[in-house]
């Protein structure tokens, strides 16, 4: 069967190294990512060299202030860097996202002094983080998180369990919200914690529907003494902190989502392009036609709405509305892309013998992480018609 060469993305970017960032993204992809992808899935192989590289490469703090180590890139620029690495591998591009998730509390909450000291190295020292707000009993409802973080003298003393954490007993670092004081949301403060302190542990990965090759596990705080100078922004902050990470998080999820749909139809463009049924190729049908029309536009509008939400961002206005959206848009379009991609290539299409059925299991855990698309709709609803009315007794 001929192979049809997908096309890049046509991408309208707004510099010449803003392209070059393109460009290296797709060599590194192409050359180092893509060709081990399945079989790196298959045996659950975290692949640590590729985050290694990409921290030498300079694409691993983008969004960032050079000052620390980062690549002064506006969000637009990031988030298509990072589609062209989830096109790839989803564990990278998500990985990616993670560990950008994971600076930003320090980028933007630290203390000149701790910026100063800790984000070369996280934004290009080739350091891996991770982000600590899921509990076992808080998922959605974060704001009720049970871990501690008591005061001792010039310390803080963290106990409790995180959960769902991506790079869970492999990160260098964890960003860790954790309550300080009063119930809910005031009392929750943010603190950076080496990955090395003593007291802290991973459990036992995840058995995953798909994403094996990234470790997701609880971690465990058991008398984590982490010095006060670690503590990121004002005591009682941590989930004003946490909210503004996710607004920007999700915006990485979404570019995530599109390069993983935009996959599944090259995928699908190719097989249906070169296989022959009834004398011609099967692309000639207009069913599958209609099918392939649908998916392109799908993932079209997702690029241009998350884009939409980055350039907002990088332009101070307000986003969080537009993030939801485009989370909510891309992750459906990713599920619905990888679906339709199985069905277009038929019985191959369930095999592993071509990528589309992993596609479809990774495509699932996207509309749960970051808030799942339920969180995302309740979003979107009270920018539109304001908080909802809490019933009493």
Known sequence: MPDRAPQPVDRQLPTDEARDLISLARDIAQREIAPRAAEEEDAGHFPREVFTLLSRSGLLGLPYDSEYGGGDQPYEVYLQ?????????????LGVSVHSLSCHALANYGTKQQQVEYLPAMLGGGLLGAYCLSEPSSGSDAASLRTKAVRDGDDWVIDGTKAWITHGGIADFYTVMARTGED???????FLVPGDAPGLSGAVPEKKMGMKGSPTAQVHFDGVRVPDERRLGEEGQGFAIALSALDSGRLGIAACAIGLAQSALDEAVAYATGR????????DFQGLRFMLADMATQIEAGRALYLAAARL??????FAKQAAMAKLHCTDTAMKATIDAVQVLGGYGYTADFPVERYMREAKVLQIVEGTNQIQRMVIARHLAGPEAHRTG
Do not use: N
């Open 81 to 93: 860097v990072l589609e062209e690495l989830a096109a790839a591998r989803l564990t990278v591009g």
């Open 184 to 190: 809910g949301p005031r009392g929750i403060s943010a």
């Open 276 to 283: 022959q049924q009834f004398g011609r190729p099967i692309s």
């Open 313 to 318: 961002r990088d332009a101070g206005r307000p």
